[in-house]
């Protein structure tokens, strides 16, 4: 599950983001976006949770949590209006025998 965090602490690192999801379920991703420019953090990104169960844990626990006198805004990604869905890769997928 993809989720947005928002309100983010500009000191908080990718890293230390991530030790904080893990708390809930295994972690594949974490970005925190940053100004093209100044490479400043943008105080938003984005959080990749293994299962829907561990992003709904995370919601559960962390929307209006603390962290550095900020609560975060924990929430689940929508799609971009007009942006198809990613389509899962079916290449790996073993064929059917067609033996009987």
């Known amino acids: 599950m993809n989720l947005f965090v928002s309100n983010i602490d500009f000191k908080i690192t990718e890293e ?3 030790e904080l999801f893990s708390e809930f379920g295994e972690v594949k991703s974490v970005k925190i976006l940053k100004d093209m420019t100044d490479q400043k953090p943008k105080g938003f ?3 990749m949770m293994a299962s829907n169960y ?3 844990k995370a919601i559960l626990k962390l929307d209006k949590r603390k962290i550095n006198d900020r609560p975060l805004s924990v929430q689940e990604a929508r799609p ?3 942006q198809e869905p990613e389509k899962k890769d079916r290449t790996l997928r073993p064929r059917r025998s067609k033996n009987i």
């Open 16 to 18: 230390e983001l991530q």
């Open 45 to 47: 990104g984005f959080v």
């Open 54 to 56: 561990a992003g709904q």
């Open 80 to 82: 971009i209006p007009g």
